[in-house]
């Protein structure tokens, strides 16, 4: 197992809008091996492809407790069940050290496949609802500092500049 190294804002790598999986192999499976490990060790509840430089349509989740259901998504979609808006405070692995309240539909019914290529259907509801929201966007290049003013996004942009200046 390998820890991927992930992307951060504002790098345009992560505006890339990612391809469907079409092949379900070994090598699929490697990746979705090396994706939980690098989330895990990261802290983060949910890490798309696109976040590791891997354009392709697949997200790993585990909002569990005890970090014990991870959950593999291929070529996910959901559509949208409950409009009521539900306010979060996000964070990204990939704009470290930043949180903002965003607003999305409360409840969905996602559609993927699984790591067989078999199809799921699922209603989720809460943080899991919040975060299948938030890492489909990755797949499409969108970032929850879309969504907040352009100030705070500047702001953002600027410091964690300055710390890859430092680091580089
Ligand atoms: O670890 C994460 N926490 C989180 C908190 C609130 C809303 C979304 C998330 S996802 C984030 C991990 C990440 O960046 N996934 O893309
Ligand atoms: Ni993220």
């Known amino acids: 197992m390998a820890i991927l190294q992930i992307l951060e804002f504002p790098d345009p790598r992560l505006r890339q809008i990612a391809a469907p999986v079409t092949v379900f192999d070994e090598k699929l499976e490697v990746l979705i091996e090396d ?3 690098t989330m895990y060790e990261a802290q983060g509840i ?3 492809a696109t976040q590791v430089d891997v354009h392709k349509r ?3 989740i585990d909002v569990s407790e005890n970090k014990d259901s991870p959950q593999a998504l291929i070529n996910p979609s959901f559509e949208i069940i409950d409009q009521e808006l539900v306010d979060y405070d996000e964070g990204c692995l990939s704009v470290p050290g930043f949180y903002e309240i965003v607003s999305r539909p409360a409840e969905i019914k996602v559609a993927a496949q699984d790591r067989t290529g078999e199809a799921v259907e699922f209603f989720a509801d809460g943080l899991l609802s919040t975060c299948i929201q ?3 966007d990755h797949l499409d290049g969108k970032l929850f500092v879309d969504y907040i003013s352009l100030l705070k996004r500047q702001r953002i942009r600027h410091k964690l500049e300055k710390e890859h200046k430092k680091s580089a």
């Open 58 to 60: 697949l997200l790993v």
């Open 134 to 136: 938030h890492e489909i």
């Open 46 to 48: 949910g890490l798309a």
């Open 35 to 37: 994706m939980f490990a």
